[in-house]
């Protein structure tokens, strides 16, 4: 086989690899999306910013392989490395990963709440305290109005008699 048939062989298998690494890399925004809850805008910015991505990524394969010539072949290539990748994983891949991550995020999510438990224990104990100590100033600051209140008012009556 000559070199420029092999070369030909290795861009069309650079472009299919091309294909599959693009539906990977969208299977784990994906996996994101399950995993937070977006809305359309944030789900449009990511798209964008993936396909943005994913035009670089192939214009640099095409620039280095191919000198930036676009070949139909190669996108032929990336087409069907995308097929391949969806018949062969499907939404396995997604669904697998999502709970996957979802349950480690659980465990260590409820580790932290655990070792944390001291602390939330303390803090309530020092809020309570405070609130106590809020509380009972309260009554010294009414009991002291009352008293001033009074002393006013027995100064006054005085200073009237005279």
């Not at 996996?31 to 359309?40: E, I």
């Not at 006013?152 to 008699?161: A, G, P, Q, S, V």
Request: proline letters at 1%; glycine letters at 4%; charged letters at 20%.
């Amino acid at each position: 086989m000559s070199q420029d048939i092999v070369q030909e062989i290795i861009f069309f298998l650079h472009s299919i690899l091309m294909g599959l690494v693009i539906t990977f890399a969208y299977d784990w925004i994906l996996v994101f999306r399950k995993l937070f809850t977006h809305g359309r805008f944030l789900i449009s910015l990511e798209d964008l910013l993936y396909w943005f991505v994913c035009g670089i990524g192939v214009f640099y394969m095409l620039y280095k392989e191919n000198n930036g010539v676009l070949r139909w072949f190669a996108v032929m290539g990336a087409a069907l490395g995308m097929l391949f990748y969806k018949f062969l994983i499907k939404n396995h891949f997604v669904n697998i990963m999502s709970t996957c991550i979802h349950k480690i995020m659980w465990f260590v999510f409820r580790a932290i709440q655990v070792v944390l438990k001291p602390v939330k224990w303390l803090f309530c104990g020092i809020r309570r305290f405070v609130r106590l100590i809020v509380r009972k100033l309260k009554k010294v600051k009414e009991f002291i109005k009352k008293r001033l209140t009074v002393w006013l008012k027995t100064i006054r009556i005085i200073l009237c008699k005279q």
